[in-house]
């Protein structure tokens, strides 16, 4: 194998010409990018939502159960608070969520996946015996019962979802590094002496990028959809915090009288999903294209 093969082989992470060959894509595909315009709406809502808000999110100051008008584009609810205003604020709260759980999620299933496929031996047996005990459980259930004992709450809810999500990136990880880790040019940096640190931090990860990023895109929405079930079922954040599970459980037992508590929230989570849905299809695509290429 020659030094360009394998200092191509040593990273599949796109570059700039990358990210312009993904904007193509992403303007060629019209999912993509009606999800694209979405997710920015809702992006912009989550960093500018106390200022764009028309009213105060909690202010009770207007009629109840108001239906949707010029002064209140999506009606108030129950306790005559604005609607609008609280689901352009809950987007700081969802978003947020669901950005940070994935974060520490793919952190900590990283390291357990990388030290498990590269060591292998005792280590591995003891990580995968931990992440097949996971797997045994559906990722809501370990969510409600982290919640249960350890309390409702902002932390509470993004470690119980993070720990939720670490066994999935942890069996991808381990996968493709028990893959990577045979190839030629690792062979090569153990022959010159390369640390075995050095090896998983710059030849294995970024071969491993790939599906990794994919999954990551994927979890985001249902880590959105996780908090705002769990919120919907009084498990999440403080009930003063306005977030669009919480919205919708207020609404719920008014939906007969006011249909508009509960398709709005409603829409807010369904049209997020779908978005980075969208996205994830077109970036594991791009991304399979670059590493089919790599291997050619």
Partial sequence: MSNSTIASSASVMPGRQGFAQLRTLVWRDK?????????????????????????????????????PSWSHPLGTDDLGRDLLSRIIVGTQVSLFVGISTVVIALIAGLILGVLAGYLGGWVDHVIMRYIDLQWAFPNFIIAVYLVAVFGTGLSNVIVAISLAFVDDFARIARGMVLSIKEEQYVAAARTVGVSDIRIMWRHILPNAAAPIIVQATVSISYAILGEASLSFLGLGVDASTPTWGLILAD?????????????????????????????GDTLRDFLDVRESTVVD
């Fill in 251 to 279: 609404g719920r037992s008014f939906i007969s009288r006011a249909w508009w508590l509960g398709i709005f929230p409603g829409l807010a989570i369904m049209l997020t999903v779908l978005s980075i849905n969208f996205l």
């Fill in 31 to 67: 999912k993509a990018l009606v999800g694209s315009v979405v997710l920015t709406i809702f992006l912009i809502s989550a960093i500018f939502g106390n200022v764009i808000s028309p009213y105060d999110p909690s202010d009770m100051a207007f009629d109840m159960m108001e239906p």
